[in-house]
């Protein structure tokens, strides 16, 4: 099976604009996440999404979107972008099952994203 | 939040074991211990996981306690490719989110 797919892989915004980002999961898995990670907090949880709905979020501003489509693609935005999110944006797919083997989630390589 | 303490650092040895240690004290039964890498500016990578019992895959071993407060993930012939940041994370309930939440990791450097 292919892996996870994120597009486009560097990009570089200047702040005020916004952002999209694409992630295409494994075939067949129906959960995604998204975390970001910065050299100075590390790497932190975005959101998820199951079904076409969110189902977790983590703590960021409103700035910070989401959206997946019928066929388990997920899209972020960030609106309005500010030099601190300059970052690598991670997406990561899992089956979603009932716990155990079949969520384990499993990470594209990211896009890395510079804010001027 | 991080629920796991990893060492900052380690160096292993070309072909000896790697032998990364986590303490998770406050684990609760249902929880499950999974161990990523990520070498440099990658998408981190599954290595394996586990509930109670030792496991093995072709990447690893992790060994858990029997209290379950602390594992260790042992690469047993440590290549150059395996120098990496290794984290240690617990994963919540099914119910309560499906998010992992990473600490800051072990940087692993295989000398030659």
């Known amino acids: 099976k292919a892996g996870v797919t994120q597009t486009p892989r560097y990009l570089i915004k200047t702040r005020g604009q916004q952002v999209t980002l694409s992630c295409s999961p494994i075939?067949?898995?129906?959960?995604v996440s998204w975390y970001q990670q910065t050299p100075g907090q590390g790497l932190q949880f975005l959101f998820e999404?199951?079904?076409?709905?969110?189902?977790n979020k983590g703590n960021f501003p409103g700035r910070f979107s989401g959206r997946q489509f019928s066929n388990s693609r997920s899209e972020m935005n960030v609106s309005t972008l500010e030099l601190g999110d300059s970052a690598l944006y991670l997406c990561?797919?899992?089956?979603?099952?009932?716990?155990?083997?079949?969520?384990?989630?499993?990470f594209g390589p990211g896009t890395r994203l510079t804010v001027l | 939040d991080a629920k796991t303490t990893q060492p900052t650092s380690m160096d292993c040895a070309e072909g000896r074991a790697a032998n990364l240690p986590c303490n998770h004290s406050?684990?609760?039964?249902?929880?499950?211990v999974y161990w990523y890498r990520q070498i440099h500016s990658q998408g981190p990578q599954y290595i394996i996981h586990g509930l109670k019992n030792n496991e093995t895959n072709e990447m690893a071993s992790l060994i858990i306690t029997e209290d379950r407060k602390s594992s260790t993930l042992i690469l047993p012939h440590a290549t150059l490719r395996d120098t990496a940041v290794y984290y240690c994370?617990?994963?919540?309930?099914?119910?309560?989110?499906?998010?992992?939440?990473f600490g800051t990791g072990t940087s692993l450097t295989v000398i030659p």
């Open positions: 406050t684990i609760s039964g249902n929880e499950y």
């Open positions: 999404y199951f079904s076409e709905t969110q189902r």
């Open positions: 994370i617990v994963r919540e309930p099914r119910d309560t989110g499906n998010q992992f939440y």
């Open positions: 990561a797919s899992s089956f979603y099952g009932r716990g155990g083997p079949t969520d384990t989630q499993y």
């Open positions: 075939s067949g898995h129906r959960s």
